[in-house]
C-alpha cells in the first residue's frame, strides 16, 4: 500500500485560498486519492477522490499530475470553520479495508 | 440518515473493569469499521467486518479485544481487562457497496482508564 507524505501543519487566513500538497511516489496504477477532513471530537469525513486530472466538488479541487506522484487539496475562500486536519490517502478503488492513514495536515485558519 | 451513531460519547473506568463501546452503521452500508485514534499512533484498524463477518482482526491489540457483529445494524468493542494503555478515541465506520471508497464516521468514543 502506498504511503503518503503531507506537511505536519500550515496557516492560513480567513478568505484565502489554501493548498495543500501531498506526496504519495509509490501510486499503483489502479490506485486512487482520497481526502479526508476531521474537526476536533469528530470522526473523518470524506471531502474527494481522484484518479487524475482534475476534480472539483462544492467542497474542494483536487489536483492530479500526469505522473500522479503528488495531489494538491485546493480549499477556495476557506473561513475559520475549515481549521481541521486534512487527511489524504491512497488505496485501489475497490480497495476492502485497507486505509494507511498519516498523520495528517492540522490546518489552522485565522481572523 | 442520522449516519453512523456511537455510544457513549464518552466513558471513564478504573483499570480491569470491562468496557463496551456500541455502533449502529448507516442502514444498507455492509461494511463496518472499528479504528483507534490516539496523538501518538493516529488512526489505527481494528477490525473489519465484511457482511456482518469479521474480516481481519489482525488490529486488534491483544485478547482482551474483542468484537461482534450480530447483525447488520449493530456492533460491539469489548475490551475486557482494560488497561490505561488503552485510553484513545474508537471510531466505528460504515461503508456503503456502491461507494466503495467513501467511509462515514461516528463521532467515537472517548475512552479513558484509569
Known amino acids: 500500500l502506498a504511503k503518503t507524505t503531507q506537511p505536519i501543519s500550515m496557516d492560513s487566513y480567513e478568505g484565502q485560498e489554501v493548498n495543500i500538497t501531498c506526496s504519495h511516489n509509490n501510486i499503483a496504477t489502479n490506485d486512487y486519492i482520497t481526502w479526508y477532513q476531521q474537526f476536533p471530537s469528530q470522526g473523518p469525513r470524506f471531502i474527494i477522490q481522484?484518479?487524475?486530472?482534475?476534480v472539483t466538488n462544492e467542497v474542494a479541487s483536487l489536483f492530479i499530475p500526469a505522473d500522479r506522484k503528488s495531489s494538491t487539496l485546493s480549499l477556495p475562500r476557506v473561513s475559520l470553520s475549515d481549521t481541521a486536519v486534512y487527511y489524504c490517502l491512497v488505496a485501489p478503488r475497490n480497495s476492502n479495508y485497507q486505509l494507511i492513514w498519516g498523520a495528517g495536515t492540522k490546518l489552522i485558519i485565522k481572523p | 440518515d442520522a449516519g453512523v451513531i456511537q455510544s457513549p460519547r464518552h466513558e471513564v473506568t478504573e483499570m480491569g473493569q470491562e468496557v463496551t463501546l456500541r455502533c449502529k452503521p448507516i442502514?444498507?452500508?455492509?461494511?463496518l469499521f472499528w479504528y483507534r485514534q490516539t496523538m501518538m499512533r493516529g488512526l489505527e484498524l481494528l477490525i473489519y467486518f465484511n457482511n456482518n463477518v469479521p474480516i481481519d482482526d489482525s488490529g486488534m491489540p491483544e485478547d482482551r479485544f474483542s468484537a461482534k457483529m450480530p447483525n447488520a445494524s449493530f456492533s460491539t468493542l469489548k475490551i475486557q481487562p482494560s488497561e490505561p494503555r488503552d485510553s484513545a478515541v474508537y471510531f466505528c465506520a460504515s461503508r456503503d457497496r456502491s461507494t466503495n471508497e467513501k467511509l462515514f464516521f461516528g463521532s467515537g468514543t472517548q475512552l479513558s482508564v484509569l
Open positions: 481522484g484518479y487524475k486530472t482534475k
Open positions: 442502514s444498507g452500508h455492509n461494511s
